[in-house]
T-cell receptor, first 111, second 117 residues
Framework: LAKTTQPISMDSYEGQEVNITCSHN???????ITWYQQFPSQGPRFIIQ???TKVTNEVASLFIPADRKSSTLSLPRVSLSDTAVYYC????????????FGGGTRLMVKP | DSGVTQTPKHLITATGQRVTLRCSPR?????VYWYQQSLDQGLQFLIQ???????AKGNILERFSAQQFPDLHSELNLSSLELGDSALYFC????????????????FGPGTRLTVL
């Protein structure tokens, strides 16, 4: 399974755009990149998933360069309620779905 | 609300005891996953079931066991409990199987907080 590396923590201010980058150098051809958000004492929540280029939904965008060795989760105009841990996961549809959660990035949004 | 339910919400017990955590997946989901999250730690994958059969095993201790029943609910049994077993235990469910595009999105329940005294 591909190993992921992401910053341990990040600080931002309300209204700013936040970009969290995850590196996954040994990503396999069949692997997809998925991001989850977790608030304290709650289960992780699916945010976005992509394979290549750019994916956008109502809460975030995911940018994946052509070599797919990294990905960037972009949160537009964050608010205090976006303070959470963000996990980047890499896995394939035939990998038994045994996604491995790394340490995640602890995002703190300040007023 | 993810549609995944877990009971009980909180559980306090003593060392050496045995407890059972219960999970009901989202309607239509065939896969169930169990994770352990200790204080300020990441999520550790324990085990996965698909349609009643064990599909994948992670860092699950021999003192722990799980099963998925015909109605697709799952139970995680923790025995000979130790202080270090105190943690949040999450269940997640997904549709299961292979997908032509993307991976199988997991939907997490609210968790069971286990405290071993």
């Amino acid at each position: 399974l591909a190993k992921t590396t992401q910053p341990i923590s990040m600080d931002s201010y309300e209204g700013q755009e936040v970009n969290i980058t995850c590196s996954h150098n040994n990503i396999a051809t069949n692997d997809y990149i998925t991001w989850y958000q977790q608030f304290p004492s709650q289960g992780p929540r699916f945010i976005i998933q992509g394979y290549k280029t750019k994916v956008t939904n109502e809460v975030a965008s995911l940018f994946i360069p052509a070599d797919r060795k990294s990905s960037t989760l972009s949160l537009p105009r964050v608010s205090l309620s976006d303070t959470a841990v963000y996990y980047c996961l890499v896995g394939g549809r035939n990998a038994g779905n045994m996604l491995t959660f790394g340490g995640g990035t602890r995002l703190m949004v300040k007023p | 609300d993810s549609g995944v339910t877990q009971t009980p919400k909180h559980l306090i017990t003593a060392t050496g005891q045995r407890v059972t955590l219960r999970c009901s997946p989202r309607s239509g989901d065939l896969s169930v996953y169990w994770y352990q999250q200790s204080l300020d730690q990441g999520l550790q994958f324990l085990i996965q079931y698909y349609n009643g059969e064990e599909r994948a095993k992670g860092n699950i201790l021999e003192r722990f066991s799980a099963q998925q029943f015909p109605d697709l609910h799952s139970e995680l049994n923790l025995s000979s409990l130790e202080l270090g077993d105190s943690a949040l235990y999450f269940c997640a469910s997904s549709v299961g199987g292979s997908h032509p595009y993307g991976t199988d999105t997991q939907y997490f329940g609210p968790g069971t907080r286990l405290t071993v005294l």
